[in-house]
């Protein structure tokens, strides 16, 4: 009699045997991710082999921990190179600056060269400009006493020139003052004919305007002040002492109006007007007679 066959012509106890396998293998992983801590099953050889062949899952499993460990390598390799280029980078700047510290006392030593050079330069500079110094001074010295000398003779000459010159001022404004006076006279004589001869025509005009009122009397007077123009024109008529007769007063102020402008007076000199003309006083008595 024939043996009994499965799957595929494989005999039922091989496929068991597979099933069990799996479902061991299967139980073992679920148990493994359900703890943190990773079991380790240790098949022999053969059937392991038989199950890496056969199961995806767990070729699943051994390729990501291959590309973990791989990835862990790669991290290791790669902090190991960070730790490498900094060290590295530390000593070449240890270097950079053993060099910078090198080349600072070179510096500073230059420095401290050009210093002793240049404060040797000015210690003798120093000593030649004292030693020009002095000798302006003495140069100046005696240039200053050689002027000192000049200028107390020139202000001898200056204070001679002086007095002479003020001797010559003193006769000329002497000259001048007695000059001026005489000028000044003549002008003031000139001055008092042309105002007589100006007040007189003023006199005149108004005495032929006058008409004596009847109730004049000898013994009353009145004064008139007149303001006048430079044209001449009689501007305002003011009585400043009445004679007590109002139409004595009024006839007195009547005669100045009517003379109205005094046509003489417009080519007078304005000074000569300001100081007599631009403001007159005329007295009026009944004698007809105007002072």
Known sequence: MRSVTAFNGYPISFV?????????????FLFQRSHTEAIQIVQPPAIRANLVGMNPQAR????????????????????????????????????????????????????????QLQERQERQEREQQQQREEQQRRQEQERQEQQRQEQQRQEQQRQQELAAQQERERQQRAQQEAAAQAQAAAAAAQEGEAVMSYTTLIHDLVQQQWSRPPSARNGMMAVLRIRLVPTGEVIDVEVVQSSGDGAFDRAA??????????????????QLFNRNFRTLLLTFRPEDLLN
């Open 60 to 115: 699943n499993q051994q390729v990501q921990e291959q590309r973990e460990a791989d990835r862990a390598r790669e991290q290791r390799e790669a902090q190991q190179r960070r730790e490498e280029q900094q060290r590295q980078e530390a000593a070449r700047q240890e270097q950079q600056r053993q060099e910078q510290q090198r080349a600072e006392q070179e510096r500073q030593a230059e420095l401290q060269r050009i210093a």
């Open 16 to 28: 068991l045997a597979v099933l069990l396998h799996v479902m061991v293998v299967v139980a073992l």
């Open 253 to 270: 102020m009547t005669a100045v109006n009517r003379v109205g402008t005094i046509r003489e007076l417009q080519g007078m000199d304005p």
